[in-house]
């Protein structure tokens, strides 16, 4: 490929706002008010999932009664909540998309629902940053499918190994690397993502407000 990036694709959860413990209350919280035990490997199965795998994971694995739309109709407006309540932007975070978008087209691929993207980048105003945004909903499968990558990709107009991706979680990474983009890990000390998903990442910084413009141009280049 050539040696410069044509676009950076971020994902949210975990990347920009800190919410993984947010959904892991709000959904744990759902399951115990139906008196339902919570597996101990429901948080990171169910991370990257769409919002239909999600739902289907708490009704069938779980056992939270009620058809998954519903159930999903449930979690999104308590996460909505929360988030008008307090939105837990990660430290950097806004400086970086805004650092990054000065030199590049930006992208979001996520696996947060439409109605929770746009509440969070409104309230972060880093709306008119990203050229292109997308949900998981929006695509036939979930991360760590890349199908959200390549969706963003192809509706940014570049090649995806043009790309440069910014993930947190296991099958985030895996997404991205299975994408053929360039991929920069931003672990979350709660959430570690597992070490075959990790060695996937081209770069591993410690906070969002480490992805520099020379480092994104580093991986293109191969320095």
Not at 72 to 82: F, G, H, L, N, W
Not at 196 to 210: M, Q
Request: net charge negative.
């Amino acid at each position: 490929m050539s040696s410069g990036v044509q676009a950076v694709i971020f994902d949210l959860d975990g990347v920009l706002v800190d919410s993984e413990g947010l959904w892991n209350e709000v959904r744990s919280g759902l399951a115990a008010e139906h008196g339902r035990s919570w597996p101990d490997d429901a948080t990171h199965r169910m991370m990257g999932m769409n919002t239909q795998e999600w739902s289907t994971y708490l009704v069938d694995t779980v056992g939270i009664p009620g058809p998954p739309p519903d159930v999903a109709k449930t979690v999104i407006a308590r996460m909505a909540e929360r988030y008008r309540e307090h939105l837990p932007l990660l430290p950097g975070a806004t400086k970086a998309v805004r650092r990054l978008a000065e030199r590049w087209p930006l992208g979001l691929a996520s696996s947060s629902p439409r109605r929770l993207i746009d509440a969070v980048l409104a309230e972060a105003g880093l709306t008119d940053s990203f050229r292109v945004t997308m949900s998981t909903e929006q695509v036939e499968q979930g991360k760590p499918s890349p199908l959200i990558y390549l969706a963003v990709a192809r509706h940014l107009d570049v090649t995806p190994e043009a790309v440069v991706a910014i993930e947190d979680s296991s099958n985030g990474l895996r997404s991205a690397s299975r994408a053929r983009m360039h991929v920069i890990a931003v672990p979350r000390p709660a959430f570690p993502p597992a070490h075959d998903a990790l060695s996937r990442a081209d770069a591993v910084v410690d906070h969002v407000d480490n992805v520099t413009v020379d480092l994104v141009e580093s991986l293109a280049s191969g320095s």
